[in-house]
């Protein structure tokens, strides 16, 4: 108890200093080194990874300026390093660089335009069907000024500065489901309000969907994951301001293109300075508002679900696993089943967790329609019982050998001395290692966030992405992930007392 309100005076000690940063005063801006294309070259460039900002930028990289490229997951990741001064520009499209440039007034978008492009839905090489209905269907939306007034409604006049309020209604409110890949922190193209993914992307998608007889189903996940997550057939169709480009069209089709659109530069502006907003005002504005606790709350139910149920998995499949380990070890025996279970602990533990949720999520289980959270309790599962094999196997051959010729000697089957002689002590001796195992593991979930899944860590990100304030979202995943480990800890310490007292 004592080492429980120990941790617990640390964290609170950690959490009011964290919170005493962000009340900080007034803030000067770093200076601006960027105001027209030509001065690119020899700076810091952030782009999303996997935009056609970031082809762009390629081709500065590694000139003889010493032009540097930093590629983000998300654009709104690249908008804070730019507003923190670690980076000198944003290539990033001109209708997010607006949405970005209105939340930060310490931002502004350069006159001069970096280029134009075209955005365009992507659909599987294959799926020509599809395709044809896709296309028809734009150019039906085109036709009646649907898609004109869907975009109107996002994007304010150029000379009156407002839009034109309008809202697609679905007339097909059942039946077969148009799965779209999007990455919603785009936006207005994609974004969250009110809890929701909305934009000109879902609004066409939806319209799409309705051309086609079908209702929209949204599915949020990396940009770079989506052309992947389209050609393995999770999703039917993407839509996330795609850009028509050679190269992305060796790997995937386009449709008939939507909108005209504009890569701009994104810098600072040397006159504004960062006003110092209260801490009432910023965690209103990052959980209250809108009732964006909810991200974490939902995260934080996946990633408790995903952890217990794979835990489980683990520990059970592991000590299979380690039984078959010792069998061969100890008596020679099940020698097939022995060099598969070396064959799966070594490639598991050999390969990157990340690498292996993607290959079950995008190539195992690429037709079937399945729970992401059953997905990620699998994958989980799977690499845990790899790790947890080697640990049981580990405590068991710890067991000194004299108690394994001891139960021999009373005449005890293999089975029955190991159940009540070794294995009893051999648990004992790994669940300190068991424990530690549950808290990797309940880290670990963060990635899941790579498949759409929203576990706690992505639960901040999307926060992050409509607030553009990093450090609170990323504060609180930090804070609550380190109560639950070490509540963990402290449950693991109980359980081992109790042992200790069992054995006197």
């Not at 105001?35 to 056609?52: H, M, N, R, Y």
């Not at 944003?90 to 607006?98: G, L, N, S, Y």
Request: hydrophobic share 45%; glycine share 8%.
């Amino acid at each position: 108890m004592k080492k429980l309100k120990k941790h617990i005076g640390i964290l609170l000690l950690f959490l009011l200093s964290a919170l005493a940063l962000t009340a900080c005063g007034k803030n000067k801006i770093p200076e601006n080194r960027v105001f027209s294309v030509a001065d690119l070259e020899g700076k810091t460039i952030g782009v999303q990874l996997g935009t056609t900002g970031d082809i762009y930028a390629a081709d500065y990289e590694g000139d003889n300026a010493g032009t540097k490229v930093e590629r983000y997951n998300k654009g709104a990741d690249a908008v804070s390093s730019l507003i923190q001064g670690k980076i000198d520009c944003v290539i990033i499209d001109e209708q997010p660089a607006k949405a970005f440039a209105r939340q930060n007034y310490e931002l502004m978008i350069l006159e001069e335009e970096f280029t134009q492009e075209e955005y365009a839905a992507v659909v599987a090489k294959e799926n020509k069907e599809l395709l044809n209905n896709v296309n028809t269907a734009i150019e039906e939306l085109i036709a009646d000024g649907t898609l004109e007034k869907i975009i109107d409604n996002y994007i304010p006049d150029m000379k009156t500065g407002e839009t034109v309020p309008f809202t697609y209604t679905q007339t097909v409110t059942s039946g077969e489901k148009l799965k779209m890949a999007t990455n919603a922190q785009f936006p207005p193209y994609e974004y969250y309000e009110g809890g929701k993914i909305v934009g000109i992307d879902v609004e066409i998608a939806r319209a799409i969907a309705d051309k086609l007889g079908m209702v929209l189903s949204i599915d949020d996940i990396e940009f770079d994951a989506i052309i992947n997550a389209v050609s393995s057939g999770k999703a039917d169709i993407g839509l996330a301001g795609f850009t028509v480009t050679d190269e992305r069209k060796s790997q995937i089709n386009f449709s008939t293109t939507y909108t005209t659109s504009k890569q701009v530069i994104l810098v600072r502006d040397n006159e504004a300075m960062q006003e110092a907003e209260t801490l009432g005002g910023k965690l209103y504005n990052n959980f209250i508002k809108e009732d964006r606790w909810k991200f974490l709350a939902q995260g934080l139910l996946n990633t408790i679900i995903i952890t217990v149920v794979a835990i489980l998995i683990g520990v059970a499949l592991g000590f299979l696993l380690a039984l078959v380990r010792v069998a061969h070890d100890k008596k020679g025996s099940l020698t097939v089943l022995n060099f598969i279970v070396k064959l799966y602990v070594t490639i598991i533990r050999g390969t990157p967790m990340m690498v292996q949720l993607l290959i079950i999520y995008f190539v195992i289980f690429a037709s079937v329609d399945i729970s992401k959270i059953l997905v990620a309790i699998v994958a989980f599962g799977l690499n845990s019982a790899a790790y947890l094999c080697e640990v049981i196997r580990s405590g068991i051959m710890s067991i000194d050998e004299g108690q394994f010729e001891a139960g021999k000697s009373l005449g005890l089957s293999y089975s029955i001395m190991m159940k009540n002689i070794i294995l009893p002590q051999a648990l004992k001796n790994v669940l300190p290692a068991i424990g530690n195992e549950f808290i990797a593991l309940l880290k670990e979930t963060s990635i899941a966030g790579y498949i759409g899944l929203q576990e706690l860590t992505r639960g901040g990100d999307i926060i992050r992405s409509i607030t553009y304030e990093p450090l609170l979202p990323l504060l609180t995943v930090a804070i609550i992930y380190l109560i639950l480990v070490v509540l963990l800890s402290a449950l693991v310490s109980k359980l081992e007392r109790r042992l200790k007292k069992n054995e006197r």
